[in-house]
């Protein structure tokens, strides 16, 4: 038996849901790349990672078969790289525990690395018309604010309610297009703020739109004070005007990607002393610093930082891998075939604007 509510939505949805590249096709795998991108990320910035990653890898096979430098090289600049990591990874499972075809069960789809219970609904839902809602923001929000619960949204108690919640009011014949239409009826009109009550179809019913709450609903209790990190870090030239780069350890945040060695202050550390005790831990050289070249501030999820970019010469031995997986010598006009976290390249696209990318002047002046 289908509810007010989603009737309502779903006749919603189908007369006013974006033109968006991941609801031209029922293709399993295009919906899971399209899952797993959108999650943490707003659609605007997934658009055009989706379309060149589907460019890049137009099949499960082809994702399987390529590196994991290709994978993070085409996530670069999309965030939480461990998605990327996961999929690659989920890829080949695919690929060689299951012939090749995604999972339409639950129990199997959620061995895939990265595959967790709002994946697993989602993807089952719109690929294979399997009745699982899913709980994003956008639900939480949409059925907090329907239901009238002024409980605290962070609590698992709260998320478990909305979940049961969800289950009872998704559409039978069409879950898919309900799933979607609770997260567009949330992205378009259910929004955190100054929503559009007057253009929501199920506002008639909706208990926050009749007190007038829906400015304190949903709740969530205050987040404690974002900390902030000064890293630093050494840009290092060879004589063959080549900066040294190192790549992060997969199993440590950023995994897999491209980095200049560095790393956190720490207490009472001048940024100078952190570059020369950081770069002796990691590479196993003793190093002299020149000069700053750049400041750069970044944000996190969880944290904010300020990465401090040193010219720096090195006075005694040679560069080993004790704190990543290897290390390179690579010019500024090789660098763009690596994969590198958004404030280091952000710091690279600035390196390559200097004239006729001669580093060796900085530390040799």
Same mark, same amino acid.
């Given at each position: 038996?289908?509810?007010?509510?989603?009737?309502?939505?779903?006749?919603? &949805?189908?007369?006013?849901?974006?033109?968006?590249?991941?609801?031209?096709?029922?293709?399993?795998?295009?919906?899971?790349?399209?899952?797993?991108?959108?999650?943490?990320?707003?659609?605007?910035?997934?658009?055009?990672?989706?379309?060149?990653?589907?460019?890049?890898?137009?099949?499960?096979?082809?994702?399987?078969?390529?590196?994991?430098?290709?994978?993070?090289?085409?996530?670069?600049?999309?965030?939480? &790289?461990?998605?990327?990591?996961?999929?690659?990874?989920?890829?080949?499972?695919?690929?060689?525990?299951?012939?090749?075809?995604?999972?339409?069960?639950?129990?199997?789809?959620?061995?895939?690395?990265?595959?967790?219970?709002?994946?697993?609904?989602?993807?089952?839902?719109?690929?294979?018309?399997?009745?699982?809602?899913?709980?994003?923001?956008?639900?939480?929000?949409?059925?907090?604010?329907?239901?009238?619960?002024?409980?605290?949204?962070?609590?698992?108690?709260?998320?478990?309610?909305?979940?049961?919640?969800?289950?009872?009011?998704? /559409?039978?014949?069409?879950?898919?297009?309900?799933?979607?239409?609770?997260?567009?009826?949330?992205?378009?009109?259910?929004?955190?703020?100054?929503?559009?009550?007057?253009?929501?179809?199920?506002?008639q019913n909706c208990i926050s739109f009749m007190k007038m709450e829906t400015d304190i609903i949903p709740y969530k209790s205050p987040s404690g004070k974002i900390p902030h990190k000064e890293i630093a870090v050494g840009l290092i030239v060879n004589e063959k005007n080549e900066l040294l780069i190192a790549?992060?350890?997969?199993?440590?945040?950023?995994?897999?990607?491209?980095?200049?060695?560095?790393?956190?202050?720490?207490?009472?550390?001048?940024?100078?002393?952190?570059?020369?005790?950081?770069?002796?831990?990691?590479?196993?050289?003793?190093?002299?610093?020149?000069?700053?070249?750049? /400041?750069?501030?970044?944000?996190?999820?969880?944290?904010?930082?300020?990465?401090?970019?040193?010219?720096?010469?090195?006075?005694?031995?040679?560069?080993?891998?004790?704190?990543?997986?290897?290390?390179?010598?690579?010019?500024?006009?090789?660098?763009?075939?690596?994969?590198?976290?958004?404030?280091?390249?952000?710091?690279?696209?600035?390196?390559?604007?200097?004239?006729?990318?001669?580093?060796?002047?900085?530390?040799?002046?």
């Open positions: 038996m289908i509810s007010f509510f989603s009737e309502k939505l779903t006749e919603w &949805y189908a007369a006013n849901k974006r033109d968006l590249p991941w609801r031209k096709s029922d293709n399993a795998y295009k919906i899971w790349v399209s899952e797993i991108m959108l999650q943490q990320t707003r659609v605007d910035t997934v658009i055009p990672y989706y379309e060149r990653f589907l460019e890049a890898f137009p099949t499960v096979y082809h994702l399987a078969a390529a590196s994991q430098q290709e994978v993070l090289k085409c996530w670069e600049g999309l965030g939480y &790289y461990s998605r990327g990591r996961n999929l690659h990874h989920a890829a080949k499972m695919v690929v060689n525990d299951f012939g090749g075809k995604i999972p339409s069960s639950y129990e199997d789809i959620t061995t895939l690395k990265g595959i967790g219970p709002y994946s697993a609904a989602a993807i089952l839902s719109i690929a294979f018309n399997k009745r699982f809602a899913v709980v994003d923001g956008n639900v939480i929000r949409v059925m907090t604010r329907y239901h009238g619960i002024s409980e605290d949204i962070r609590k698992n108690s709260t998320k478990k309610w909305v979940q049961e919640l969800a289950d009872e009011l998704i /559409d039978d014949k069409h879950p898919g297009d309900y799933n979607q239409a609770v997260m567009e009826l949330g992205a378009l009109i259910c929004t955190p703020r100054n929503p559009l009550c007057e253009k929501c179809p199920v506002s790549l992060r350890p997969n199993d440590s945040m950023l995994g897999g990607l491209w980095e200049f060695p560095g790393g956190k202050r720490e207490k009472n550390e001048t940024l100078r002393e952190t570059v020369i005790r950081e770069l002796k831990e990691e590479l196993g050289v003793d190093i002299e610093v020149y000069s700053k070249y750049q /400041d750069l501030k970044h944000t996190y999820s969880h944290f904010k930082i300020t990465l401090h970019a040193f010219w720096c010469r090195i006075r005694n031995g040679k560069p080993k891998a004790r704190a990543s997986q290897e290390i390179i010598w690579v010019s500024l006009d090789n660098v763009d075939q690596y994969p590198f976290p958004k404030a280091n390249r952000t710091l690279l696209n600035n390196l390559k604007k200097l004239e006729d990318h001669n580093l060796k002047r900085f530390i040799e002046r």
